[in-house]
């Protein structure tokens, strides 16, 4: 059986004020070409189909268009869940009658989970679809009180699968969780774009919960791997969503599912009409550069202040998100002392612009003004 496992296509995405609809529509309208071409038996999304509970139209519509295309035009069934952006209720509404038209969706624990059953010319391939699930929900689903993380909770869903396994099918999971080789904490594949489970280590699965499947199709993490053994796998987000998502291959994972269960797996790229990429450079450097279409962030050498950098900077990059200064300077007896900005206080910060714009340093009565207010202002941002 020849699988499609994609994931984290956050249709609706809002990157630095910038709506993401039109590089995901161009991105997914090829995906459909190269779906005529590889014909699979099946499509898994494995959660975060919409970047939000309630996704602005445009995404419904995009979604409604794909989906069309994969599971009426070309008859290919689409398997999907509910990741933690999604909300589960909207995400299924009507899946009764959807079954009929190829498209099976889980939004919620409130399913029985039973498998979709698919049969190829080796028998039947069971599917388990386990959305996203707060530990709080399956703990009240369960009656379980020893339920308090994620861990526990797919302990528990999974406890309940491998219960009922016809040992006689192949078996694949689909999940949306932050799974590492133990379920212990482990950040390497963390991106910016990614939205935390939960506070503290509460948001790790253990990748040994999934040992009775052939294949595990995960959805959450946006760069592609997988977690131990080959079989389990995260196929990464749709579009680069971020910064630190800069070097990231973006793709999909076709995965050959033989008569006993082994798998081939292999990687496609997706294709974009734009890359997120960062530079840095002096302005008068990057006003020579050739100009780039690409989404840009931009970090400038520049020791004076610069008016107006987005201004100046999208004349080479007109679709630049973000620019920012690496360098301030803070005045030191005899010489100048750059600084990372990052590394600054808010008072030094503010010392450092007033000096650039003024030429001079704030008075004893400017910097006491600042701090009162600064303070005022971090006082209101804690208390929402």
């Known amino acids: 059986m020849k699988i499609v496992h994609t994931a984290d296509w956050h249709l609706g995405k809002l990157v630095q004020g910038?709506?993401?609809?039109?590089?995901?529509?161009?991105?997914?309208?090829?995906?459909?070409?190269?779906?005529?071409?590889?014909?699979?038996?099946?499509?898994?999304?494995?959660?975060?189909?919409y970047?939000?509970?309630?996704?602005?139209?445009?995404?419904?519509?995009?979604?409604?268009?794909?989906?069309?295309?994969?599971?009426?035009?070309?008859?290919?069934?689409?398997?999907?869940?509910?990741?933690?952006?999604?909300?589960?209720?909207?995400?299924?509404?009507?899946?009764?009658?959807?079954?009929?038209?190829?498209?099976?969706?889980?939004?919620?624990?409130?399913?029985?989970?039973?498998?979709?059953?698919?049969?190829?010319?080796?028998?039947?391939?069971?599917f388990h679809l386990i959305p996203y699930v707060d530990p709080s929900?399956?703990?009240?689903?369960?009656?379980?009180?020893?339920?308090?993380?994620?861990?526990?909770?797919?302990?528990?869903?999974?406890?309940?699968?491998?219960?009922?396994?016809?040992?006689?099918?192949?078996?694949?999971?689909?999940?949306?969780?932050?799974?590492?080789?133990?379920?212990?904490e482990d950040d390497t594949m963390r991106s910016d774009s990614e939205r935390p489970l939960s506070i503290g280590g509460a948001e790790y699965v253990s990748s040994e919960r999934f040992k009775a499947f052939h294949y595990t199709a995960l959805g959450h993490l946006h760069q592609a791997h997988h977690i131990g053994d080959e079989t389990i796998?995260?196929?990464?987000?749709?579009?680069?969503?971020?910064?630190?998502?800069?070097?990231?291959?973006?793709?999909?994972?076709?995965?050959?599912?033989?008569?006993?269960?082994?798998?081939?797996?292999?990687?496609?790229?997706?294709?974009?009409?734009?890359?997120?990429?960062?530079?840095?450079?002096?302005?008068?450097?990057?006003?020579?550069?050739?100009?780039?279409?690409?989404?840009?962030?931009?970090?400038?050498?520049?020791?004076?202040t610069v008016l107006q950098p987005m201004e100046k900077i999208r004349e080479v990059f007109p679709n630049a998100m973000h620019v920012e200064r690496k360098l301030f300077y803070r005045p030191t007896e005899g010489a100048l002392e750059y600084v990372q900005a990052e590394k600054m206080t808010d008072t030094e910060l503010f010392t450092a612009f007033f000096s650039n714009i003024a030429d001079e340093e704030p008075t004893e009565t400017m910097l006491a003004l600042f701090e009162r207010l600064n303070d005022r202002v971090l006082k209101e941002e804690r208390e929402r």
């Not at 071409?37 to 189909?49: M, Q, S």
């Open 233 to 304: 796998r995260y196929s990464g987000s749709l579009l680069k969503y971020s910064l630190s998502e800069q070097h990231h291959q973006k793709g999909y994972l076709v995965v050959e599912l033989d008569g006993v269960g082994n798998c081939i797996i292999e990687k496609r790229s997706f294709h974009i009409r734009r890359d997120v990429r960062s530079v840095e450079g002096y302005l008068a450097d990057l006003l020579k550069e050739e100009r780039s279409e690409d989404y840009m962030f931009v970090t400038l050498l520049d020791e004076e």
């Open 51 to 126: 970047d939000r509970g309630i996704p602005p139209v445009e995404a419904v519509d995009l979604f409604d268009e794909v989906l069309t295309a994969l599971a009426y035009d070309l008859r290919i069934p689409v398997l999907a869940i509910a990741g933690n952006h999604d909300s589960p209720t909207r995400l299924q509404f009507g899946r009764s009658f959807m079954r009929g038209g190829r498209y099976f969706v889980s939004g919620s624990l409130d399913d029985e989970l039973e498998p979709v059953i698919l049969e190829d010319e080796y028998g039947a391939v069971h």
């Open 137 to 184: 929900i399956a703990r009240l689903a369960y009656d379980d009180e020893t339920i308090n993380t994620h861990d526990d909770a797919m302990r528990a869903i999974i406890e309940r699968l491998t219960s009922t396994l016809d040992e006689q099918a192949r078996h694949v999971a689909v999940s949306h969780a932050f799974v590492t080789k133990t379920g212990e």
């Open 18 to 49: 910038v709506y993401m609809t039109e590089d995901q529509r161009y991105a997914l309208e090829r995906f459909i070409e190269e779906m005529k071409e590889e014909r699979p038996d099946v499509i898994i999304i494995a959660g975060d189909i």
